[in-house]
């Protein structure tokens, strides 16, 4: 894969927290590429180390080890005056609970304007008048925040994080807290800036449905990338309306070697060799490697 075609180049990324008495550490050599213009999915049990992972990529807190490259920037390498910036125009975060970044007495619009602050008075209301479009909350222009439902208000937090027009947007379960109907409605606003505009964005999401119907959903378990979905060609159209994505077999799932030749077996598969050691057997058959449960 060619450089200009990488937006996110994460290797064997590490990041400890420190406090006091104990140090965790939330991601434990983390490997994973993605290229410009994919919307991803990334899953994983609570304490994964997502929202961690997130946070590194949108420059919030700083890795401790490995290498992390983001839109031809290095995240290691950035000063503190450098950061402000690329938070500003690199990346857009949305996160569950969106107060952080809305005013509640400003009026959708305003909000909208706010992160602008370096543009031209008309040039920043033309913008945010058409991101209210893309959201669908043209009619609620004058509102005030305080005014509008919670799915309203996140939809008004994907526009403000798309203001300065971001090379990567960033959504940390924005689904999280809407009911089924507006989670779809969000999703298909993450869809639409990704076919129509070329968006890349990457979300953390729990809600299995909506990971389904994404290209590429990597799952993290301890800190690191354990497994790969990809959806089946025939299903990679995404406006297959019809398809219950609960249910329906649409998606190839893959396990993940690392550099070093680990790789974490699937639970359930783990679970059926019911082993009684932490050791296998691993020999190759017929170009397949078997992984068996050591005979007596
Ligand atoms: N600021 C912090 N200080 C200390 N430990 C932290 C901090 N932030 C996260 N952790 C720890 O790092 C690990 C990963 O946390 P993270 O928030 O990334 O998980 P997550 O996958 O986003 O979980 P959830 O689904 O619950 O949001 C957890 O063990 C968490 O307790
Ligand atoms: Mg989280």
Do not use: C
Not at 14 to 34: C, F, N, R, S
Not at 48 to 56: A, C
């Amino acid at each position: 894969m060619a450089d200009e075609e990488i937006m996110i180049k994460a290797d064997n990324l590490v990041k400890i927290y420190k406090t006091e008495d104990i140090e965790v550490m939330a991601l434990q050599g983390l490997d994973l590429t993605v290229q410009k213009g994919e919307l991803l999915a990334i899953i994983g049990n609570s304490g994964s180390g997502k929202s961690t992972f997130l946070n590194m990529i949108g420059g919030l807190d700083r890795p401790t080890a490995g290498r992390l490259h983001v839109a031809g920037h290095d995240l290691f390498k950035m000063t503190e005056k450098e950061l402000v910036v690329y938070k500003r125009d690199a990346v857009g975060f949305v996160w569950q609970n969106n107060a952080r970044n809305l005013l509640p007495y400003l009026t959708a619009l305003e909000n909208i304007m706010m992160p602008m602050e370096l543009k031209k008075e008309g040039e920043r209301k033309e913008r945010a008048l058409q991101l209210l479009d893309t959201v669908g909350l043209s009619h609620r222009t004058d509102s005030r925040l305080s005014q509008l439902s919670g799915g309203e208000q996140q939809r008004i937090a994907i526009a403000i994080a798309l203001a300065n027009r971001p090379s990567l947007l960033l959504a940390d379960e924005p689904t999280g807290s809407v009911d089924r109907k507006t989670a779809d409605y969000i999703f298909d606003i993450f869809r639409n800036l990704n076919k129509e505009m070329g968006q890349t964005i990457l979300i953390v999401t729990h809600d299995v449905t909506l990971s389904k119907k994404v290209k590429r959903v990597v799952a993290i378990r301890d800190g690191k990338i354990s497994s790969e979905r990809i959806l089946k060609e025939r299903y990679a159209d995404v406006s297959h309306t019809a398809i219950d994505w609960s249910t329906e077999e649409t998606q190839e799932e893959y396990s993940i070697v690392d550099k070093v030749g680990r790789v974490q077996i699937p639970h359930d598969l783990l679970e059926k060799l019911a082993l009684d050691s932490n050791k296998v057997k691993v020999t190759m058959d017929e170009g397949k490697i078997l992984i068996e449960k050591p005979g007596k």
